[in-house]
């Protein structure tokens, strides 16, 4: 039996994104036996996988090169789906052993046109990237078709890790208070300290509003958002989260754009919020300060937003 090592440590949503190409490969080839590479908080991505998937988590604050590469078994074959230094010191070791080594081809100069301005048309999805590096190791697969469930109830999750992708938090708020006026249950996703008690605030203020920040592990909240009917986030890891367990993701765009190759795998451009502005992208990851100084590619309406979530949530199809 063939050996094959995937090499992802970040970010979540990148990591995320690979977990349904992860799977068809093993679907698609039981023959092979699949190890994942990544940090050990991303292992309930790859909960659930076939029988010849092992995930196996390492602590990049504690662990270094060395003993990670010492960890490693022998591979016939290694598909690094990030290209860092890190994972190029990895792949170099394992090639020297005898693998065969292959890395994701990122497409930094279309990426580098397109926040200039000089580009403006879709760039390659970051799923189709991967599934081109496990194809010039000799496994093309079928990219996996998403459906979305029925579920019951909005998920908002307001914050990501730049402030160029996150829609202003007050409005965010009366948002929030539209749905509750409405009667749409909403549970409030978030993460650090700060984030929770902003959410515990709206929890405490508007009716039907329930936050689980900091409440529970990764799995538990995959779980909670595969029995949503609608998630709604930023360009950020939750909307890759909803995808992954296949729930329908309404996306609030700013200085990022799903022309990047970044819109959640099996999500609709057709349920990203955006301002049709020149200036955007500027970034490929929302971590550039604004020229203007406004983030007026985030002057988007509360109520044009809770429109667009209200009438998703209502769209039975």
Same mark, same amino acid.
């Given at each position: 039996m063939k050996r094959l090592l995937v090499i992802r440590f970040s970010a979540l949503g990148d990591v995320a994104m690979l977990a349904p190409i992860v799977r068809a490969a093993a679907e698609q080839y039981p023959d092979i036996a699949i190890t994942m590479l990544s940090q050990q908080r991303f292992a309930d991505l790859f909960a659930d996988m076939p029988a010849n998937v092992?995930?196996?988590?390492?602590?990049?604050?504690?662990?270094s090169l060395n003993d990670i590469v010492a960890g490693l078994d022998a591979y016939d074959l290694v598909a690094d789906m990030h290209s860092v230094l890190r994972t190029i010191y990895?792949?170099?070791a394992l090639r020297l052993r005898g693998a065969r080594v292959a890395s994701i081809e990122k497409g930094r100069i279309r990426k580098r046109l397109l926040t200039?301005?000089?580009? $403006?048309?879709?760039?390659? +999805?970051?799923?189709?990237?991967?599934?081109?590096?496990?194809?010039? /190791?000799?496994?093309?697969?079928t990219l996996p078709q998403m459906t979305h469930s029925s579920g019951t109830g909005v998920g908002i999750a307001p914050f990501a890790a730049h402030a160029g992708k996150i829609y202003p938090i007050e409005r965010m708020e009366r948002i929030v208070a539209m749905l509750s006026e409405r009667g749409i249950p909403v549970t409030l996703f978030g993460g650090g300290k700060k984030e929770q008690e902003i959410l515990g605030a709206w929890e405490q $203020?508007?009716?039907?509003? +329930?936050s689980i920040a900091g409440k529970h592990s990764m799995a538990e909240e /995959?779980?909670?958002?595969?029995?949503?009917?609608?998630m709604v986030s930023m360009d950020s890891g939750n909307m890759h989260l909803a995808s992954l367990v296949g729930t329908?993701?309404?996306s609030i765009w700013g200085a990022t754009h799903p022309y990047a190759g970044f819109l959640g795998y099996g999500q609709s451009e057709n349920d990203c919020i955006q301002r049709p502005l020149d200036?955007?992208?500027?970034?490929?990851?929302g971590n550039k300060a604004c020229?203007?100084?406004?983030?007026?590619?985030?002057d988007i309406a509360p109520e044009e937003v809770a429109q667009r979530i209200i009438d998703a949530y209502d769209d039975r199809d």
């Open positions: 092992v995930f196996q988590g390492v602590n990049l604050r504690k662990d990895i792949r170099s200039s301005g000089l580009l $403006r048309e879709p760039l390659t +999805h970051t799923t189709e990237r991967y599934a081109a590096v496990l194809a010039s /190791l000799g496994l093309p697969i $203020r508007y009716k039907g509003v +329930h /995959l779980a909670i958002i595969r029995g949503l009917r609608l329908r993701a309404l200036c955007r992208p500027c970034s490929v990851y020229k203007y100084g406004d983030y007026r590619c985030m």
